[in-house]
T-cell receptor
Framework: AQSVTQLGSHVSVSEGALVLLRCNYS??????LFWYVQYPNQGLQLLLKYTTGATLVKGINGFEAEFKKSETSFHLTKPSAHMSDAAEYFC???????????WGAGTKLIIKP | SAVISQKPSRDICQRGTSLTIQCQVDSQVTMMFWYRQQPGQSLTLIAT?????????ESGFVIDKFPISRPNLTFSTLTVSNMSPEDSSIYLC???????????FGAGTRLSVL
């Protein structure tokens, strides 16, 4: 069975600082991995995804994530935080060809001025 | 990508009543899903809406409480029946196209039951 663990329900960083949101997964097959963002009172928006190929994936709004098979991780980073990045971030995993997503608990990103 | 319109965006309902939430996609999609998101929590899958057949419900969710329709490849409804305050939540619709393995989401319906 697949599962996703997001370390830290809340992460606080200063504006301009590095953003690092952690995601670890378990899967018996090579997974597809996703990061979604949810701004207040909105639905979810896909930030980036990993399916196959290059392990460093670039997404929207300056975010990127690296698939590390040996560490079963897919951490999300952004070099310089902006106030507009304040939101809830969800990591999710699926099996190739299976449309159902297994979701992490979410991490609320707080940006300090 | 698919653009998903969900309505109503929010509602306040009385205990014992029912609410039907609509989800319209701007293109034909293979899969449509309904989720519940309780305040400050992650997403819980309610069911997969299958076109032309009964929805597939996850453990803990039943058709009598959450009847779902999907009459075509672009539209689905979720009804929350005989509501109680415990049904207060955000309900989200998503859609995916075969071969793309990406779910696109509507903005959600924020439901409060008094």
């Amino acid at each position: 069975a697949q599962s996703v663990t997001q370390l830290g329900s809340h992460v606080s960083v200063s504006e301009g600082a590095l953003v690092l949101l952690r995601c670890n997964y378990s899967s018996s097959v090579p997974p597809y991995l996703f990061w979604y963002v949810q701004y207040p009172n909105q639905g979810l928006q896909l930030l980036l995804k990993y399916t196959t190929g290059a392990t460093l994936v670039k997404g929207i709004n300056g975010f990127e994530a690296e698939f590390k098979k040996s560490e079963t991780s897919f951490h999300l980073t952004k070099p310089s935080a902006h106030m507009s990045d304040a939101a809830e971030y969800f990591c999710a995993v699926s099996e190739p060809g299976n449309y159902q997503l297994i979701w992490g608990a979410g991490t609320k990103l707080i940006i300090k001025p | 990508s698919a653009v998903i319109s969900q309505k109503p965006s929010r509602d306040i309902c009385q205990r014992g009543t029912s609410l039907t939430i609509q989800c319209q996609v701007d293109s034909q999609v293979t899969m449509m899903f309904w989720y519940r998101q309780q305040p400050g929590q992650s997403l819980t899958l309610i069911a997969t809406a299958n076109q032309g057949s009964e929805a597939t419900y996850e453990s803990g969710f039943v058709i009598d409480k959450f009847p779902i329709s999907r009459p075509n490849l672009t539209f689905s409804t979720l009804t929350v029946s005989n509501m109680s305050p415990e049904d207060s939540s955000i309900y989200l619709c998503s859609a995916a196209t075969r071969g793309k393995n990406i779910q696109y989401f509507g903005a959600g319906t924020r439901l409060s039951v008094l």
